[in-house]
């Protein structure tokens, strides 16, 4: 699931010095006679209705006549068009663009000089409960076409030197810590001004790609070349203090049935010139929505590649293959299979997450999963890797969360040739596994089992799933995790700074529930072997690393590799850590790799990057 996530100084007055080039044009050209004439004392104009701070101090009033010229016109989605005062004030605070929203086709287009009347609306995309900030618009419109072909405003650069280094203010704790009515500073925080930009027509030069092409014709770049760079061209998200400030959402006016989307990968460059209105919406923030769009370079990234693991090593890998079913298409399956194969190096065991019940999403009461695993596992012979085995433990219809229906659990792969599984009998969706001492040696009650079901830890969320394993002799504990998703938490971009991070204290549960377990096997066995993995869904940094690390039960082998490195999953720009493999002191020294295959990537067969870590038992 998706994890969750500003922006150094301008010219004195970008806009009005722009502008003013363009209306002098105008003028000689005889363009804007209509709205070149003096301004009676109580109009209203653009920057009246955006204000110093984030929400309009006319919100929810009628204002009439408003003068602009039409800067990008969207004929999809939320329907509507842009208007900017050729007119700006000498005022950083105050966005010179506004959104009207139309709710049908727009007929003006750019270059129209109009006037609009209309209410004055704050819309908060996603809806009031979501956090995110909201984005002021002329609603219910009356618009009158004065003339037409008019310059457009002259852009404003966003680049390395215009975009702060700090992200936002901290909000104020009186009003729940938002910056809703604090006074925006766009030459101290990225995100003050963006808002002082909002509706304006902004342009980016030739700019790094850091966030893959997407399904929804969207790609992210930075205009900070030098901000947090990944080892392959990414944008690093390190800490929640350290933003990448330079990131931006690009999407065109155009449909993309009259003009297709260009395909990028993380690393690609956006080159020549990108311009248009500055929009804010649920699914990105602040974004530029190109009515010029630049040209896509690639650099060709490669998917990576993983070493074998040598004869006395034993490798471990985890991997989210994104909701596996067998109506999935056959290229998914073979697809992920070659990635198991050739990218991975067939792994002595996988932990899979997300393999869907043998239906899919269909909710009828299935849950087990053979079909979706022989698919799977035939798949990986196909591709020349080994004939796996599988051992998993089928949940309860409709308990683990995910998509409704699908059931989705992990799953242990091992390869037989080289490793063995202990087999216990009794562990169900409901029956947890327990730790037990044999001789000197501990051992689990029920393998495959799981831990702790009925902690409210789990509850609407996939239980952890305990496998005790055999390589060369030695005893092996493997426990495949699929935490709680970020699903509920505030966007970056929230008028809550810091954002809200509600779904953290479930996951912070958990991480305790399998820390507890892992100390059991070491009161037991003291320099017992574990390994913790799967989908964490959260960071190297955060509070649930950390309780899981808790005791020095474990230790987050992420960390062991290159900051650069150190990434799993691409949202919204940003290169971070969801997937991860911990292990406990009596591993000893191993080697640890994140195989970046999918996430940086505009065609891929799931959205994480598998992991992998090589020890000697």
């Known amino acids: 699931m998706p994890a969750i996530s500003g922006k150094n100084r301008l010219p004195r ?27 009676s004392a109580d109009q209203v104009r653009v920057h009246d209705i955006q204000g110093t701070t984030r929400l309009s101090p006319l919100a929810g009033q009628q204002v009439t006549d408003v003068p602009g010229i039409v800067t990008g016109v969207r004929a999809y989605g939320s329907k509507g068009f842009w208007i900017q005062d050729p007119r700006a004030d000498d005022d950083r605070a105050t966005s010179e663009g506004v959104f009207v929203y139309t709710g049908s086709t727009p007929t003006v287009k750019p270059g129209d000089a109009v006037r609009v009347s209309g209410t004055v609306t704050e819309y908060v995309p996603g809806g009031a409960n979501s956090g995110n900030q909201s984005l002021t618009q002329l609603t219910k419109p009356t618009v009158t076409v004065e003339s037409s072909g008019n310059p457009l405003p002259a852009p404003v650069t966003l680049d390395a030197k215009s975009v702060p280094s700090a992200y936002a203010p901290a909000g104020d704790p009186a009003a729940g810590n938002s910056v809703n009515a604090l006074p925006l500073r766009p030459r101290s925080y990225a995100l003050d001004l963006y808002e002082s930009l909002e509706g304006m027509n902004v342009r980016v030069g030739t700019s790094r790609v850091v966030g893959a092409t997407d399904p929804h014709h969207e790609l992210w770049i930075t205009v900070k070349p030098r901000e947090h760079r990944s080892e392959r061209g990414g944008a690093l998200y390190g800490s929640y203090a350290s933003q990448n400030t330079g990131r931006l959402q690009i999407q065109q006016l155009a449909p993309v049935s009259e003009q297709p989307f260009p395909k990028a990968d993380v690393g690609d460059v956006l080159s020549g010139t990108t311009e248009g209105p500055l929009d804010f919406n649920q699914y990105g923030g602040y974004t530029l929505t190109a009515r010029t769009l630049g040209t896509v370079v690639g650099k060709g990234l490669e998917r990576e590649r993983t070493r074998p693991q040598r004869e006395r090593e034993l ?37 899979l997450e997300e393999i869907q019940d043998d239906n899919g999403a269909k909710n009828d009461g299935t849950v087990g999963a053979g079909q979706t695993l022989k698919k799977f596992t035939d798949a990986v012979v196909a591709a020349g890797g080994p004939r796996y085995a599988w051992r998993s433990v089928d949940p309860e219809n409709n308990k683990d969360g995910g998509e409704p229906g699908g059931n989705i659990r992990q799953v242990f792969l091992y390869n037989p040739e080289r490793v063995s599984f202990t ?22 009650t029920l393998s495959p089992g799981r831990i702790d079901p009925a902690n409210e830890a789990w509850t609407n969320s996939r239980k952890p799933l305990a496998g005790e394993f055999t390589f060369r002799g030695r005893t092996v504990f493997v426990i495949a995790n699929h935490f709680a998703s970020k699903g509920g938490d505030e966007s970056l971009t929230s008028h809550h700074q810091p954002p809200s991070r509600p779904s953290e204290v479930q996951r912070l549960k958990q991480a305790q529930a399998v820390n507890a377990f892992v100390r059991k096997l070491r009161a037991a066995e003291k320099d017992a072997d574990v390994v913790v993995a799967g989908d964490i869904n959260d960071f190297e940094f955060s509070p649930t690393t950390k309780a899981l690390e808790a005791g020095g039960a474990l230790r987050a082998g992420v960390r062991t590799l290159p900051r650069d490195e150190r990434y799993s999953y691409v949202f919204q720009g940003n290169s971070q850590v969801l997937d991860q493999i911990l292990v406990s002191p009596g591993v000893g020294r191993f080697t640890y790799d994140s195989v970046h295959l999918n996430a940086e990537f505009a065609e891929q067969n799931s959205d994480h990057d598998p992991q992998v870590v090589r020890f000697k038992p």
């Not at 890998?317 to 073979?334: C, H, I, R």
């Open 13 to 39: 007055v970008p806009r009005s010095a722009a502008v003013s080039a363009a209306v002098a044009t105008a003028l000689a050209a005889g363009l804007l006679a209509a709205t070149a004439a003096p301004a």
């Open 423 to 444: 087999d216990r009998a009794g562990g169900d969706a409901t029956t947890p596994t327990d730790v037990v001492r044999h001789g000197k040696r501990a051992a689990l």
């Open 315 to 351: 490798a471990v890998a985890t991997y989210n293959v994104e909701n596996l079913d067998p109506g999935d298409p056959q290229a998914k399956f073979d697809a992920l299979a070659t990635g198991v194969v050739t990218n991975l190096a067939s792994p002595d065991i996988v932990a």
